[in-house]
C-alpha cells in the first residue's frame, strides 16, 4: 500500500482519498462541514505506527458531488467507505475512526457489518467521536418524552436547532449565498476551528446530510459485536453527553473515553484523541 493520493470510484462519485504511514489500517472518516483536512494533527500523531487513510466524502472537499439529493442517503455512504476499503486495504480488517457525520455514516457500516458481506469480518474496531447512531438519537428523543423529561428532550432540541432549520427547502441556501462568509466566520469564531476553500460548497452539499437521513422510520436499536470506543467532548454545543445512555443496548464490547473538550476534540485535543484510537487499535489488533 504506497503512500499518497488517489481518486476512488463510488458509482457516481469520485472520492479523494489520501494513504500515509504503515502499519495496521485507520480510517478516519470527517464531519459536516470539514473535509479530510479536520484529521491532520490527529494523522500525523498516528503514521509512526499505523496506515492512516482518510478521504473527503462524497460532496465534501476534492470530492464529486452525486447528481441527486439521493445520493446522500446513509446507503450510499457505505458504498462509498466500501470503495475506499477495496481500493486502499482490501485484504486486511481496518480500524474505522468517525468525527460528527463521519461517525454517524460509519454507525451504519458497524451495525450493518454483520449482514453485509462486503463488510463481514473487515471491520476490527471503531471509535466513534461526536457522532451517534440516527436510531439512538431518536430513540433518546422518544424515550424521554415518555417519561417526560421534558427538560432533557428541549435541552437537545436546543442543541440541535439547526437540524431543523436545514430542512426548510432553499432557505440555507439563500443565507449561505447571501453571506458566506458571516456564515463562516460566526462558527470559525464560535468553535475556534478554520474551515478550507471550498466551504461554501461543502456546506451546500452537505446540508443533504440532514435532509435525505434525519427522520427516516427508526430501524430499532440494532446491535453489532465490532468494539466500540465512545469518545464523548463533554463541551459539546451540539449534542448531549447524556445522548449514549443507552448505547450498550447496541454495542456487546463498548468503552467510553469523556474528554473536558468541545465538539471539534479532533482539532483542539489531537494528543488525546491519537492516544485513545492507537489505544483502541492496538487493544483489537
Do not use: C, K
Not at 492512516?52 to 464529486?64: E, K, N, P, Q
Not at 424515550?143 to 436545514?166: E, I, K, M, P, T
Amino acid at each position: 500500500m504506497a503512500d499518497g493520493s488517489s481518486r476512488v470510484r463510488s458509482g457516481d462519485v469520485v472520492l479523494d482519498v489520501r494513504v500515509r504511514g504503515a502499519g495496521p489500517a485507520v480510517v478516519l472518516v470527517h464531519g459536516f462541514p470539514d473535509t479530510q483536512d479536520v484529521w491532520s494533527a490527529v494523522a500525523e500523531r498516528l503514521v509512526a505506527d499505523f496506515t492512516v487513510v482518510t478521504y473527503d466524502v462524497r460532496g465534501a472537499g476534492r470530492s464529486t458531488a452525486p447528481p441527486r439529493h439521493d445520493g446522500y442517503r446513509r446507503e450510499r455512504l457505505v458504498d462509498d467507505l466500501v470503495a475506499v476499503l477495496d481500493a486502499t486495504v482490501p485484504d486486511e480488517p481496518v480500524h474505522l475512526v468517525g468525527h460528527d457525520w463521519g461517525s454517524v455514516q460509519l454507525w451504519e457500516a458497524v451495525l450493518s457489518e454483520a449482514d453485509d458481506p462486503r463488510l463481514r469480518g473487515r471491520l476490527a474496531s471503531f471509535t466513534s467521536i461526536s457522532g451517534p447512531p440516527l436510531d439512538l438519537l431518536g430513540h433518546y428523543l422518544r424515550h424521554n418524552l415518555r417519561r417526560r423529561r421534558l427538560g432533557r428532550v428541549l435541552d437537545q432540541a436546543r442543541r440541535s436547532w439547526y437540524v431543523g432549520a436545514f430542512q426548510v427547502p432553499l432557505v440555507p441556501e439563500l443565507v449561505l449565498s447571501a453571506g458566506p462568509g458571516l456564515a463562516r466566520t460566526a462558527i470559525e469564531r464560535l468553535e475556534d476551528v478554520r474551515f478550507g476553500p471550498t466551504f461554501v460548497t461543502d456546506v451546500r452539499h452537505g446540508i443533504n446530510l440532514y435532509r435525505q437521513n434525519v427522520g427516516l422510520p427508526s430501524r430499532g436499536l440494532r446491535r453489532t459485536s465490532v468494539p466500540v470506543r465512545l469518545v464523548v467532548p463533554l463541551r459539546d454545543r451540539y449534542l448531549s453527553p447524556a445522548l449514549y445512555e443507552d448505547l450498550p443496548a447496541m454495542v456487546e464490547r463498548l468503552s467510553r473515553v469523556d474528554v473536558d473538550a468541545s465538539h471539534w476534540v479532533v482539532r483542539h485535543e489531537a494528543d488525546t484523541v491519537a492516544r485513545t484510537v492507537a489505544e483502541h487499535v492496538r487493544a483489537h489488533t
